[in-house]
């Protein structure tokens, strides 16, 4: 997998350990107060996992705390 991949100005870094792109963005809350990505960040993440299905890879975006989203490779 290349190291990177820059959609849309945001720079995803290749983790190996885990076998994700990963990106962080600014944090971000919903209604419920829940910590959410950042929406240009997720559009991206979309962008990124469709780039690699695209590519033949099984691929799922998720996000988790502090701004992080992974697109990782299943």
């Known amino acids: ?3 990177y991949k820059t959609i849309d100005n945001w720079r995803f870094e ?3 350990e885990h076998e ?3 990106c962080q963005g600014a944090i971000c809350h919903d209604n419920e ?3 959410i ?5 997720w559009e991206a993440a ?3 996992e469709q780039e690699l299905k695209d590519d033949g ?3 799922e975006i998720s996000y988790s705390e502090k701004g992080w989203v992974e697109v990782a490779i299943l």
């Open 1 to 3: 997998m290349e190291k």
């Open 57 to 59: 890879y099984v691929a």
């Open 46 to 48: 979309l962008e990124l």
């Open 20 to 22: 994700f792109y990963e």
């Open 33 to 35: 107060h829940d910590e």
């Open 37 to 41: 990505p950042e929406p240009e960040l």
């Open 14 to 16: 290749w983790n190996q």
